[in-house]
């Protein structure tokens, strides 16, 4: 069966950088849109960045865009997510998604989810 599992998450000061990993099982990551939402308390879930079925290109939040970098290891099978300059809004729990027929920045969308990883920046 399908299994997404996070790591990399922890506390880091502003201005810090961290990487999200996603190791996938079950699946090959290749051939799906995976995605990284994220989770603040009392806040929507956000799409922060997805990547596309094979060389398709990858998109990213404005919030996230030019600090952030969404990638994947085809022979590791495994998704990142490369923050850096982290400020104090990207607190939030972060999970790994994937789904092969879409890509969109809407969670519902996604059939595959990962149990989360948090991310604590500081001032």
């Known amino acids: 069966q399908v299994q997404l599992v996070e790591s990399g998450g922890g506390s880091v000061q502003a201005g810090g950088s961290l990487r999200l990993s996603c190791a996938a099982s079950g699946m090959i990551v290749t051939t799906y849109c995976m995605g990284w939402f994220r989770q603040a308390p009392g806040k929507e879930r956000e799409a922060v960045a997805r990547?596309?079925?094979?060389?398709?290109?990858?998109v990213y939040a404005d919030s996230v865009k030019g600090r952030f970098t969404i990638s994947r290891d085809i022979p590791k099978n495994t998704l990142y997510l490369q923050m850096n300059r982290l400020n104090v809004e990207d607190t939030a729990m972060y999970y790994c998604?994937?789904?092969?027929?879409?890509?969109?920045?809407?969670?519902?969308?996604?059939?595959?989810w990962g149990q989360g990883t948090q991310v604590t920046v500081s001032s």
């Open positions: 990547i596309y079925r094979g060389s398709l290109g990858t």
């Open positions: 998604a994937a789904d092969f027929s879409s890509c969109t920045s809407t969670s519902s969308r996604y059939k595959y």
